[in-house]
Structure formats: C-alpha cells, structure tokens
C-alpha cells in the first residue's frame, strides 16, 4: 500500500510524493483521508522558508532558539494539523473501523496511527465532515484565545470560553481564518460587541457575510472610532479586550492602541518578520497596557487540569454546530484535489492566488 503526501523539499519547492504506507500494528489503526485544510500562516512559512525552525535550533528545555542545525531542516514531509480522516483498519478497540475524526497527521492521503500517541476526535453525525478540519487544532487555537481573555479576568477560576468577554466591548484584528472563528466565538460567549477590523475589502465582505461588524482601518483610524464609541467612564474609552490574528507588526501596534486603559492584548499571531513598527513607548507605556501570547502549545498557567485540547475541540464542536452552515458557505473558499497541493501552496506563498481557507480532499 502507498500514500500520496505532500512534502516541501526546498523553499518554493512543494511535491506531492508516494511512500509506502506504516504498518497496521497491534494497537494502531488506519485513516484514509477525507479532508485536509490548509494553514495559510505556518504551513506557507515553510514554503517561503521563513520558519525559524528551519534555520535554527528549539531547545526544548530553556525555550530558547538558538545557533545550530535547523530543528526541521528541509524535507517538511510533515505538513499541516487540519485533516479528518474515515478508519479504515483497526486493532484496537478504542477506534471503530469506519469512525470519521479529526486529527494532526499533516497532508497526506492516509495515515496509521497509535490511539495512545495521537488525538482522535470523533465527530458527530449532525457535524459536516469537511467542517471537522477545525475541530482537532484550529478551533482550539481560538478557543485558547478566548481561554487566555478568560484567565486575565479570572485567574484560574475560569468556569467558561465567555468569562473573558461576557458583557465586554471586543476588538478582533484580522480577519483571516484565525480570526473570524474567534470573532465568532466571542459573539457566541456572550460578547456585547465584536468589531472585526482589517484593511482588504474581500475579508471584511466575509466577516459581514458571517454577521459580524467590521472597519476598515484605511478609512477611519478605529481607534478614534472604538474609543468614542465605546466609553466607561472619564478618560477610560476603547476594547476590553483585544485579539490580534494578524502577523504583521502594524496589526499590533494598532491592536494596542484600540484598548481602553489596563485592557489587554490577546495575541494570536505568528510574526514571521518580527515587529519593528510595534512602538511601546507610547499608548502602550502612557495606558499601562497587557500583551498576552495566546499559544496553543498551552493554555494559561494554571488551567490545563480543566481546559485541555479534548475540552477546547468540544467547544470548537459547538461552534460549528452554531455557524457551521456560514463558515461552510463563506469562509471555505477553494475545495480541490490533494493532486493539486504544490501549484497551490505555491501560488499562494508567492501571492499569485488569493483564498481564505483551502480544503483538499482525498
């Protein structure tokens, strides 16, 4: 048996590669690939070559990178963390043959894999399959942006996602896939208001597609606009809380300046090019701002006996069971073929194409 997976070889070299299949051992199973969703921002950061893991080394034990070999030099055979897969085989009981789940295995078109080692999440019958490509990582990457706003208000007596922006005024930059499914998550939550800003037309036409408000930063400064609008009390105007999506320094120097005094930043992004236009000798210094990491490598300190990623894919679930028949319709630009991986990871690294979120099937 073979597998077709998708490998990056070099920078803007992408191929779509036959190896042979794992064997089906005593207590692993088999996934043929259903669906793959495609991660705009890490995986095109191995195709660019912009990852730091490919030119330095993570040391694990400090959290440090530092000079030496490339932690994933190339070949990336190993790439994406949105795929939901039918079993297809089983030797194991904890995995029935014919279960449709979500997991992490990268874009491939099948997978062996060993229940102990991985995640597999089930997905229920009344769920879209194609949908499950966010319920094992990306869902959870907003719901930790959530959990994060949460943790800031409450420490680490966080009881729900909707304790960090329940009744509050929340500003989401970008508006990316990261983006619009935290945006939705804070509307579902209970936030009084979410305002979606970012600069391209087509973006804002999906975040209001999906009923969500919008501003275009190259119109108004939304700071001026947030901040008359949204008033506490004397000299105290701005977002509660803020969540950048967007990886581009200018997206957090205006995240921070969107804030009312003492709110916080929840920072979502991923700063391939670092931020040198992010200036913190101004509102973020006379405002006595907060900048938190929102990392899905981990919830907040304190949180992970109560809120681990089996929790924060069920909440995804319920969001999509909410939005599900929106995100499908709006956020879901490109459905094609894994055959045709390569020429769209690159058309898309080298900007010739332009999609929201790309699914690949098979």
Same mark, same amino acid.
């Given at each position: ?100 789940? &979500?997991?992490?295995? *990268?874009?491939? @078109?099948?997978? #062996?894999? =060993? $229940?102990?080692?991985? +995640? ?65 998550? &804070?509307?579902?939550? *209970?936030?009084? @208001?979410?305002? #979606?800003? =970012? $600069?391209?037309?087509? +973006? ?69 090019? *670092? ?88």
């Amino acid at each position: 048996m073979r597998d077709r997976v998708v490998v990056v070889s070099g920078p803007g070299r992408v191929e779509l590669v036959e190896q042979d299949a794992a064997e089906l051992r005593e207590g692993t199973f088999r996934v043929e690939t259903l669906f793959s969703g495609v991660s705009a921002g890490t995986e095109l950061s191995y195709v660019k070559g912009t990852n730091p893991y490919l030119h330095v080394t993570w040391d694990t034990a400090l959290g440090l990178f530092r000079p030496g070999e490339a932690s994933t030099p190339y070949p990336v055979t190993r790439l994406g963390y949105m795929q939901v897969g039918r079993v297809v085989e089983s030797r194991t009981p904890a995995v029935e043959v014919g279960t449709v789940g &979500a997991m992490t295995y *990268g874009h491939r @078109s099948g997978w #062996v894999a =060993d $229940p102990v080692a991985e +995640r597999f999440v089930p997905l229920p019958d009344d769920l879209d399959p194609l949908l499950g490509v966010y319920v094992a990582h990306m869902g959870p990457i907003c719901a930790n942006g959530l959990l994060h706003a949460a943790a800031d208000l409450c420490g680490t007596d966080v009881r729900t996602l909707g304790d960090g922006v329940r009744g509050r005024r929340v500003a989401v930059v970008g508006s990316g896939v990261v983006a619009l499914l935290t945006a939705l998550f &804070a509307r579902r939550h *209970g936030a009084a @208001s979410v305002v #979606v800003v =970012d $600069p391209t037309p087509a +973006r804002r036409q999906v975040a209001e597609a999906l009923g969500l408000e919008t501003l275009d930063p190259e119109a108004d400064d939304p700071a001026v606009v947030l901040k008359t609008r949204w008033n506490h009390a004397a000299g105290d105007r701005g977002a509660d809380v803020v969540f950048q999506c967007r990886g581009q320094d200018w997206a957090l120097q205006l995240a921070l300046r969107l804030l009312r005094p003492q709110g916080t930043v929840i920072d979502l992004a991923f700063y391939q090019g *670092g931020a040198d236009a992010v200036r913190l000798g101004e509102e973020f210094h006379h405002n006595g701002l907060s900048l938190r990491c929102a990392q899905i490598g981990r919830v907040p300190r304190g949180l992970a006996p109560t809120w681990d990623r089996e929790r924060l894919s069920a909440e995804t679930v319920e969001l999509l069971r909410q939005y599900g028949d929106l995100v499908r319709k709006h956020v879901v630009s490109e459905v094609a073929p894994l055959d045709e991986a390569p020429t769209l990871l690159t058309d898309l690294a080298e900007r010739r194409r332009s999609e929201l979120q790309v699914v690949l099937t098979g």
